[in-house]
Every structure is written in C-alpha cells, then in structure tokens.
C-alpha cells in the first residue's frame, strides 16, 4: 500500500514538474527582417496630368493646377522624409485620372479618386525604381443608418461631405491619403 501512496504522489510531483516547464516555454515568435532603405533618396519630385485624366469638378483648369501645386508640394515634403541612400532621385507622377466629386454625388457613394503612374530616375534619367500604378481613392462613408426604412445615413452623410467640400477638406484628404500611399510604395 505504501507503494502506491507513493507512487501516485510520485506521479504528481513528476505531472506538477512538466507543467511547471511547460508554462515556462514561450512560443517562439519570428520578427520580420527589417527592410532596407532604397540606394536612393528622393530629392525632387514632378507631377504632371495626362490627357483626359481630369473628371469631374477637376474640369476647372485653374482649380486642377492648384490641386496639382498641391499634391506636388505634399509629396516633395513626404517623400523627402523617407530615409534612403546618398544617390538623389527625381519621382516622375503622372496623373492618368483625377476625380472629385461633389458633396451630394459623394453622400450617394461616389468617390474622390487619384490615380497615378510613378517612376523614380536618377540624375542621369536611369530609371531607379521600376514604374508603378498608385491609386487612393477616398470612399464616401455610408454608414447604413436607417429609421423606419428612410436612409438616415445618406442624410448624415450628404451634411458631411457638403461640409468638407465647402471647406476644401476634401481635397486636402485626397491629396494627403495620396501621398501616404506613395510614401508607403517608396519604402517597400
């Protein structure tokens, strides 16, 4: 008898021991190689519209040339701050469409959209960087809100993006989401 009280308080000694390891085992975890800066830095940047590219309210030539101004100094700015190497780049961007639209056609599911396609050269025009199709487009927020089965949500959002639009916010979250999707392309 003693040697079963023994062995079964032998055996949960032994089960307490395991476990007690066990629980000190971490899983291991893998932590992504960090990625490394181009051999090049942006210095300069030229954003130029292809034909036809412009839709919608951008028609304007005089409020697309201030939209373009814009999103050139925003991207200069940007894309200066990405770390790289000494060699200094000049991104080319061409704008093959740019769309905004009005505040109501936005509350109704448009969207303001940039597309465009990018290539980075060197000082003597080799290309540094392959070019690449970049596109933000800003979704007009539908927030399905419904009383009674009556729309509520497009009503809140017709008031929120007549609201941005007046202000000109509109174009300022095109044109910066625009930039954050190429600064995110250059450090891939």
Request: proline share 3%.
């Amino acid at each position: 008898m003693k040697n079963t009280k023994y062995s079964a308080g032998l055996r949960a000694f032994i089960a307490v021991g395991i476990v007690a390891i066990l629980a000190a085992c971490t899983p291991e975890t893998k932590v992504a190689a960090p990625v490394e800066p181009k051999p090049f830095s942006v210095s300069s940047v030229k954003v130029v519209v292809a034909e036809g590219a412009a839709e919608g309210r951008f028609e304007d030539a005089a409020l697309r040339a201030q939209a373009v101004a814009q999103l050139e100094q925003e991207l200069t700015k940007q894309l200066a701050a990405v770390p790289g190497g000494n060699r200094k780049g000049h991104a080319v961007v061409t704008i093959t469409t740019m769309r905004l639209k009005a505040a109501g056609a936005r509350a109704f599911g448009g969207v303001n959209q940039v597309t465009a396609d990018v290539v980075i050269k060197g000082s003597n025009g080799a290309e540094l960087l392959s070019g690449s199709r970049i596109t933000y487009a800003d979704q007009a927020k539908n927030t399905q809100i419904a009383v009674n089965a009556i729309p509520i949500g497009l009503l809140i959002n017709l008031a929120r993006n007549a609201d941005d639009s007046g202000a000109g916010e509109d174009l300022a979250k095109l044109l910066t989401g625009f930039s954050g999707e190429m600064v995110a392309w250059l450090k891939l």
